[in-house]
């Protein structure tokens, strides 16, 4: 495997040979002082280039930074097709045989003003003509938890406790993925944002627990992460059931806690009134199954 400073040699040398490559950038987790830098840490570079069409009309030139695995167009899918012919930033992920990923955005130097707005983590690595909109931004607070509004805790129990209802009805019907997808899924973003809730209070939010909650073993016990890794449940439907309500009781008390913070008002008969119906669900698919 290449190392990071044989990476970095390649991506700068084709920036500074090549005239139409007028500055780059590195964002992501390289650029964020308190993210993981690893192995499998990936280059998040952004080329700001002359005419951006003339590196998408043919894609064989990023082969210059090694023997590619898979490479991936995001930004050109079915459905929502790439125009060609237009100046819009394009994406290139780009896993290489070596175990190395290079993530490369080009961006067209005509939109470059647009770079004004972005508050994210970046080191500027080359600035060829002095892009005053390149500054580098070193902190990660665009990253941090954000504290909600009223509206959005009520919509955020009230989906919880809806989304519930939908698992038990699955779960009776024996309809397993629908069940699992609306447990690991669509509920579990509800329960991830009041757990963000809970730990933004203890941190004055001035913390992030990163993409797709990553980094939460920074900010909870032990104790508290196995509570919460044995909320998720495994393919049996009797132990979708018991995590259903450890899940649920659990969010509960999150729940209670961030509403006393915020002076929020906490649906107490609510939470109570439907998870005596998820317990009758539950008593009712064993009576028959007996």
Known sequence: MRTKTEMMNLIMKK???DERIRAVTMNGSRANKNSVHDQYSDFDIVYFVTD??????????ISYFG?????QYPVDWYSHPYDYCGHEAFAFLIQFTDGNRI????????NIENEKDNNEPRIVLLNKDNYKELIPIATETAFFIKPPTKMEFYNTTNEFRWLSIYISKGLCREEFYYAKYTY?????KMFMKMLNWEIGIQ??????TGSSNKYLKRFLSETEMKRLQNIFPNGEYEDIWNKLFLMYDYFSELESKVAIHFNFICDKNETKKVRDFLAKRRLEKNSILR
Do not use: C
């Not at 951006?52 to 030139?61: C, G, H, M, Q």
């Not at 993530?103 to 005509?110: A, F, G």
């Not at 941190?203 to 992030?208: D, I, P, S």
């Open 15 to 17: 920036a500074i040979e």
């Open 103 to 110: 993530d490369l955005n080009i961006v067209d130097i005509i």
């Open 184 to 188: 690991d899924v669509l509920i579990m």
């Open 203 to 208: 941190h004055q939010f001035n913390v992030t």
């Open 67 to 71: 023997d590619i695995l898979i490479v």
């Open 52 to 61: 951006i069409r003339e590196f998408t009309k043919d894609k064989n030139w």
